[in-house]
C-alpha cells in the first residue's frame, strides 16, 4: 500500500551503481587494462563498460559477475563501500 | 574475436546470481519478512521477489539496492561468498 519513498529512485542515479562504477574503473586501472580489453575479456561491448563506469547503465548481475570474472575479483568487492 | 565461453553463460545460471538468490532467501527469513513484506517495502512485486530468491531472475543493480535497503543490510553483502 505504501509506495512512497519510489519518486526519488527514478531520478538519482543509485548510490550503489555509482559505487559500482568507481569500484569498477579503479581495479580495472590498478590492473592496467583500457575498457576495451575488460569488455573483451569480460565478452561485453567497450561503449557498454564505458558507460557502466559512468554510472548509466542498470547493469545486471550476471554482468557484474562477468566483469568480476574477467578482473579477477569478487562481485561483492564491487559493490563495496570503498575503505578510507 | 574469441566468443569461445559465452554458450554455458546462457544455459546455466550464473554462481553470483544463485549466491545472491540464496543470501537473500537467508537474511529475509532471519527478519522473519515474508516475500510479500519485502516485495512491499522494496516497492516491488511479491511474485518478483519470489523469482529472484529461485535464481531465474537476472536483477538489476537499482532491485538489487532495493532489496538490500528493505533488508537493511549492504547491498555487497548480498552478493557475499556464504561463510562457513
Avoid: C, W
Amino acid at each position: 500500500m505504501s509506495i512512497i519513498p519510489r519518486m526519488d529512485k527514478k531520478l538519482k542515479p543509485s548510490a550503489t551503481r555509482k559505487r559500482f562504477a568507481l569500484n569498477l574503473r579503479k581495479t580495472r586501472e590498478q590492473l592496467g587494462l583500457s575498457q576495451e580489453a575488460l569488455a573483451d575479456a569480460a565478452g561485453l561491448h567497450r561503449t557498454y563498460v564505458g558507460s557502466v563506469e559512468r554510472g548509466e547503465r542498470n547493469i545486471s548481475i550476471d554482468n557484474i559477475e562477468r566483469l568480476a570474472l574477467a578482473l579477477g575479483v569478487s562481485p561483492d568487492s564491487l559493490l563495496e563501500e570503498p575503505k578510507k
